[in-house]
């Protein structure tokens, strides 16, 4: 993909790429569409396990595809919504459920919330681990 990765559009040296806000949201609604359809339209659904803005490469004209499905796993039927943890493989920690920790059980919802993350880290511009906190 000629952008890359979202992770080097955001934090690399992604060359002269302005990332005004329509063009987040286009990044974040493809990424989104691409979370939307291993979740409920893959017949089984999928686990991606992995959700980061390094697997998220960004085209040419700015459509976002999620990748790396190297520890993805397949959820036995629509209405289960957890699959065994087996691999123990985790990507950057920043972007790992805290659940995971305590229940290394892999779950839709995980991926849910590194996917959030991956959407903040969008609307901030900031790594995950590198956000400051603004306390009222």
Same mark, same amino acid.
């Given at each position: 993909? %000629?952008?890359?990765?979202?992770? @080097? ?12 806000? %329509?063009?987040?949201? $286009?990044?974040?609604?493809?990424? @989104? ?10 017949? %089984? ?10 697997? !998220?490469?960004?085209? +040419? +004209?700015?459509? @976002?595809?999620?990748? +790396? ?28 459920? %805290? ?6 059980? !892999?779950?839709? $919802? #995980? ?12 609307? @901030? #511009?900031? $790594? ?9």
């Amino acid at each position: 993909m %000629p952008n890359g990765s979202l992770s @080097t559009l955001l934090h690399g040296n992604a060359g002269n790429v302005d990332l005004d806000w %329509p063009l987040r949201l $286009k990044i974040g609604i493809g990424a @989104t569409s691409g979370l939307a359809w291993l979740h409920h339209v893959c017949e %089984p659904s999928y686990l991606h396990q992995n959700i980061s803005s390094n697997v !998220a490469l960004v085209g +040419d +004209d700015f459509e @976002t595809r999620i990748i +790396d499905f190297g520890i993805a796993r397949l959820v036995g039927t629509r209405d289960s919504n957890h699959s065994s943890f087996q691999n123990g493989n985790l990507d950057e920690f920043g972007f790992v459920a %805290p659940v995971y920790s305590s229940m290394m059980v !892999a779950s839709m $919802k #995980g991926d849910v919330y590194s996917f959030e993350v991956v959407l903040l880290e969008i609307a @901030t #511009g900031q $790594k995950p681990l590198q956000a400051t906190m603004i306390v009222i």
